[in-house]
């Protein structure tokens, strides 16, 4: 309705929410004068479960991030690649079987195996068979992580009530589960650090600082600290497990239905897989991986078509006036980038439709500006696990298109509708497609 416009004020239920479209002044938001916009807009309690990556305030994901940062260098991701690659093992194998009987399957339920199982070995140091039979505790909270909408909707209908009730827009029985499976882990390893060098590594060393603490803003001499209490814990764990599980699930999904539907791309992608294979001796190493150029492009595709948050969200802490305008915003106004509108913008991607991976080549990535492509927003608060989002999927890819081929099924849809009940993209009755076994 507006072409012309910088920004757009629009209400979210009771919300007032500015759209900003421009994206010089995104950049501005999320990079330039990221100090002014350091909150995603839904803070709860300072302690305790509130004290997550996702809903934690601005000084405690500050805080938080300078101490998990550590865990997704390339040391860390190297020794959790021969966790991935079993698990991509067992993943291939479990396919084989079920397709021997019908080789048309839901892609999402299929992918979320793999996620799952990765996700709670390379962070817990669980091991979990989630590929010969259903894990109903995990398959149960995933379920609820999934489905959290009416919070969602309450905190947009009256702005900050869940606060002032002291609630969170996390269940009970979730916070309940991730809490005893941390102190499952802590038991389990005598409360102490391991060689594994995990998630649950990570945070052991951290608990017997008993308290972290770190400057409040940039040039502030004020300290804010955390307790490190079995809750807080939890929380990362919980940030941990919703950032790597059923967002790549997803990615990969959406992924291998395009796959389908464009066999030339395919064909593409599996060349490039036994290139790089044989020149790493057959060896799936890190390195290995992240040869795979052309599969980076369409991963980076995927999460163009199909950015598993359709928009980021970021609040002012004071007044400002947005670059390029006379518009001056007030102290905690809500700011909506929407990042699914800027993916399927023509004037930025020409026929937007269309799966196209050479969109992302080198030179067109940078002729492009920065902030045109948002899937784990830009800036300070970016993903904080992308790399290990990326590893992830490409070891779970590798292993998969190895062995077998993704075909249309007489029931996958044309067209995907969405679940507006879920907080993220996700399609309505799943994607069912064919895996055909290579000879």
Avoid at 87 to 96: H, I, L
Avoid at 220 to 230: A, F, Q, R, Y
Wanted: hydrophobic share 40%.
């Amino acid at each position: 309705m507006y072409p012309e416009e910088k920004v757009v004020g629009i209400f979210v239920m009771r919300s007032p929410e500015l759209l900003v479209r421009d994206l010089d002044v995104i950049k501005n938001v999320l990079i330039k004068d990221f100090d002014v916009f350091l909150s995603r807009g839904f803070e709860f309690k300072k302690t305790g479960f509130g004290a997550n990556l996702f809903h934690g305030t601005a000084d405690t994901w500050r805080l938080l991030r300078s101490r998990l940062t550590p865990l997704f260098t390339s040391g860390k991701l190297k020794n959790m690649m021969y966790l991935l690659s079993e698990c991509g093992q067992k993943f291939v194998e479990y396919v084989a079987r079920v397709t021997q009987l019908n080789p048309e399957q839901e892609v999402h339920g299929m992918t979320e195996k793999f996620t799952q199982s990765a996700i709670v070995a390379c962070a817990f140091g669980v091991n979990i068979d989630t590929f010969n039979q259903e894990h109903e505790t995990f398959r149960r909270v995933h379920s609820i992580m999934s489905n959290m909408s009416f919070s969602r909707d309450l905190e947009l209908m009256y702005p900050g009530i869940i606060v002032k009730i002291g609630g969170s827009l996390i269940s009970t029985e979730v916070i309940k589960f991730f809490i005893d499976l941390v102190k499952g882990v802590t038991a389990q390893r005598h409360g102490r650090p391991t060689n594994r060098n995990d998630f649950m590594d990570l945070m052991l060393k951290m608990r017997e600082e008993k308290h972290i603490s770190g400057p409040m803003r940039k040039n502030n001499d004020t300290e804010t600290s955390l307790e490190l209490t079995d809750e807080v814990i939890a929380a990362q764990a919980f940030s941990f497990y919703a950032g790597g599980f059923g967002t790549s699930a997803a990615t990969i999904g959406f992924l291998l239905y395009q796959l389908a539907r464009n066999p030339e791309i395919q064909d593409k992608v599996v060349a490039e897989i036994k290139e790089v294979l044989e020149k790493h001796d057959g060896e799936m190493t890190l390195q290995a991986v992240f040869d795979l150029s052309y599969m980076g492009q369409v991963f980076d595709e995927t999460l163009r078509m199909y950015p598993i948050v359709s928009d980021l969200k970021r609040m002012s802490n004071r007044a400002y006036t947005i670059p390029g305008t006379n518009v001056t915003i007030e102290k905690n106004q809500l700011i909506k980038i929407p990042t699914l509108g800027i993916h399927f913008d023509e004037k930025i991607y020409p026929n937007p439709e269309k799966f196209d991976p050479e969109r992302f080549s080198p030179e067109n990535v940078a002729a492009r500006h920065p902030c045109a492509y948002l899937p784990f927003g830009r800036g300070p608060r970016n993903c904080i696990g992308f790399r290990f989002a990326q590893l992830q999927s490409r070891v779970c890819l590798v292993k998969l298109l190895s062995q077998f081929r993704v075909e249309p099924s007489k029931n996958t849809p044309l067209q995907l509708q969405y679940d507006p009940r879920r907080i993220t993209l996700y399609p309505i009755g799943g994607i069912p497609i064919n895996f055909i076994k290579r000879h």
